[in-house]
Structure formats: C-alpha cells, structure tokens
C-alpha cells in the first residue's frame, strides 16, 4: 500500500518550537522513524511538509492521481482555519487520519474546532511525536481490513 504523511505549516521548526508544547525531535527525526516503521510494514510512504496551503491542496489531489491509498495529516493551524483542506480530502475521498502533536483540547479555545475531524477515520492528539508511529500502524490495520 502507498500512504502520504502530509505536515503543514511551521512544522518543520519542530525541535526548536514551543519544544515544552511539541516535544524536542525535528521533523526529520520523525520522518525517518515513520520511514523506517512503513518498511517494516511493507508500506510505501513518502513524507512532505509545506507552510503554503496551496502546496497541500495540489499535494492532496495528486494523491488521487498517483492511487495513494490513505493519508497521515498534521495539518497544523489549517487544522482550525481551512474548508479549502476538508474539501480537497473530502474530494480525494482518500481515507486519513489527522494527528496532532500537542493534545488540541487543552490549549486556547480556538485550537477545540477541527475542519477535518469528522471526516478523518480517527484522531490521534496529545501524545507528541508517538502519535505518528500509533497512526501509521492504525492505518496499517484499516487498509487490512478494508481491502
Ligand atoms: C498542531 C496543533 C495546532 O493547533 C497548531 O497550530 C500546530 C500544531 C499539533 O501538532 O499539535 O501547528 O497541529
């Protein structure tokens, strides 16, 4: 199966940012563990983070094109701002799990509201880096059982 891990804006300060919020890994770090955990899978993944919004939405519907079969998505502060997101990943109609480093819910108010959540096949926030590795392994399980 081939699955795309998505991150979005200001996610490649991870390491520097907030680390008392996001944790101490980089990017990078994650990445290459996720890496390292698809192949152990047999899963094909292929990682990419943009700040543009833009750059998602085309990554997003070419994902379609290129048969990718279910997405991991952080989708940063797009998260609470951006129908143009939900609409693309509800136009793909490419199942995705949204994942959050920091746990949403108890941070300000406006961090609460998701665009996505109710589309995605779960939500996994709060568990910092970790929280990748559980989705990758969850959307492992869901292609299991849905193909
Ligand atoms: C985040 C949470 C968002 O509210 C925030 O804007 C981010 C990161 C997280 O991983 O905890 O950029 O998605």
């Known amino acids: 199966s081939r ?8 996610l490649n300060l991870l390491g520097t940012r907030e680390p008392d919020i996001y944790g101490s890994q980089t990017l990078n770090d ?3 563990q996720l890496r390292q955990q698809a192949e152990q899978l047999n899963l094909v993944l292929d990682c990419r983070q943009s700040n543009a919004e833009h ?3 085309e990554w997003i519907h070419e994902a379609r094109t290129t048969h990718v079969d279910f ?3 952080n989708p940063g502060a797009f998260t609470h701002t951006s129908i143009a997101l939900r609409d693309a990943l509800a136009g793909v109609a ?13 941070r300000e108010a406006f961090r ?3 665009y996505l959540s109710d589309l995605a096949v779960g939500v996994i926030c709060g568990l910092g880096a970790q929280g ?8 492992q399980q869901h292609l ?4």
Request: hydrophobic fraction near 50%.
């Open 132 to 139: 990748y590795g559980l989705a990758l392994q969850a959307a």
């Open 55 to 57: 750059q998602l939405l």
């Open 30 to 32: 994650i990445e290459h």
């Open 94 to 106: 490419i199942p995705f799990i949204e994942v959050h480093l920091s746990n949403i819910h108890a």
């Open 112 to 114: 609460k509201h998701s």
């Open 71 to 73: 997405i991991l998505i």
């Open 3 to 10: 699955l795309l891990l998505l991150n979005g804006p200001n």
């Open 144 to 147: 299991q059982h849905n193909s």
